[in-house]
Each structure stands twice: as C-alpha cells, then as structure tokens.
C-alpha cells in the first residue's frame, strides 16, 4: 500500500541566508528517518522532484536542497542543449567549503523537524548530486549514502580547489552505495576503480556497482540515456541500503 505524502517549498538557514528546498514527507505518523536528495546540474526539476516524493513514499522525510542557490536560486532547467549550458555555467561556481555547508545546513534543517528522526538520516543524488551525495558521506555523519553516476569524485582537487571527494574517504563513517554506468565517458573506469580502491582501502562499508549498458544519467526517464533495466536495479539497491541503516 501507497504511502499518502505531502509536499512543500522550504528554505533552509545557510551562511546567513538561506537554501530553496522541496521537501515530501509521509503525510501522518512519525518521528521518520530521512533522505538529502541531491539534484543534478539541471536544479529542482520535475525529475528531482519526483525522486524526492518517490523516496518519500517509501516512508521518508525527503529534502531536496538547490546547492546553486548562492547565484541561481530558482535554477529550473530541462536536459536541452540550453539546459545543459545554464547547469554547466552554475557549475563552474560551485566551491567545495560551501558545498559542505550546504550539506551540514540540509542535515540542521532535517533534525530540527519534530517528525525526523535525528540519528537516521541518508542522502543520495545524481551527477554533480553524486559527487555532492560522496562528499556529504565523507564531511557530515549520515548514515547510508547512495551516489548516482558522481562526477569529479576522483579528481585531482574537489570545485574551488581543496581535497576532492575521493582523497576525504577515510573519513566516510556510514555506508554508501556508488552506481554508474560502463557506458559513461564522464566517469571513464579508471575513475571508478580508484573509488572502488579507496573505499577498499579506508575499509568503508561499501558497494560499487558499475552497469555494463547504461551512460551518465541513466536513472532519469525524462533523459535519451535512460535506461531502465539499469535504473530498476539500482532503486532496489537504494531501497535496500536505505531500509538497512535507516529503518
């Protein structure tokens, strides 16, 4: 049986402003656990919000922040030649000391909800969302982690400079799941073995699942490379980590 949910427009308190945010939640009980939904480049879109009422509907408060917020707040763009410009143009803003801000503010916002459950919060995202779901894992204490298809996370330094995600692994105290796609020539697989090393390496609870026939993006049905035999599996993965460590 359907969770029934309830959705909202939310800001969440960062820096001394504040962060535009779809919240869905199931619409009675509680205290829930809860999820950070980390968006593409492409903002809170139909797609991200429909991750984040589907997450919901599995018994979650669900939260998806617009980490853009600093110089494009009300960023909403489809996954055209014009969309992927406007995303790529924000992300090139974006700095790794305020992404992690962004993350301890999403998590503040989330515990100080009567119908969150404080210890029993995970996050997951998709592109940049990934890379923002690995780097969330390493700098706050969530739980369980699911990253889709994260760019950069093995890069030489992390955005703005600093560590990138893969050199702060040692410091990722729950468990998280990484999904891509072999297909995928943003993330080519020397990128993922060195995630899967890493992980190894800091003894992480881990999984990394590598699809052999699905490309960046994969899990979204509004994209030319959505793939749904792959995105199948990994919402029951997600499911799955989610129930383990958050339930």
């Given at each position: ?75 909403e763009v489809g996954y055209d030649e014009a969309g992927m410009a406007a995303g790529i143009a924000e992300l090139h803003k ?154």
């Open positions: 049986m359907a969770i029934e949910i309830a959705t909202e427009r939310v800001r969440v308190p960062v820096d001394g402003a504040s962060m535009p945010g779809y919240l869905a939640r199931p619409a009675a009980g509680g205290p829930h656990p809860a999820v950070i939904v980390w968006m593409e480049i492409f903002g809170i879109n139909a797609h991200i919000r429909d991750v984040t009422e589907r997450v919901a509907r599995e018994g979650y408060v669900a939260l998806a922040p617009n980490f853009f917020h600093r110089s494009a707040p009300d960023i974006l700095r790794a000391d305020q992404m992690i801000a962004d993350a301890r503010a999403a998590l503040a916002f989330l515990r100080a909800r009567p119908d969150v459950r404080r210890d029993r919060i995970g996050a997951t995202g998709f592109c940049i969302g990934g890379h923002m779901t690995y780097l969330t894992a390493a700098e706050t204490d969530v739980a369980a982690a699911a990253s889709f298809y994260g760019g950069g996370i093995a890069a030489p330094q992390g955005p703005g400079g600093g560590p990138s995600p893969i050199q702060r692994t040692a410091k990722i105290r729950g468990r998280i799941l990484c999904l891509f796609g072999a297909k995928d020539a943003l993330i080519p697989k020397p990128q993922v073995d060195a995630i899967r090393k890493a992980l190894a390496d800091a003894g992480t609870r881990s999984e990394v699942v590598v699809y052999p026939d699905a490309d960046h993006g994969f899990f979204c049905d509004q994209r030319a490379t959505h793939h749904e035999p792959s995105a199948r599996d990994a919402w029951e993965r997600v499911k799955r980590l989610f129930a383990e460590e958050l339930k």
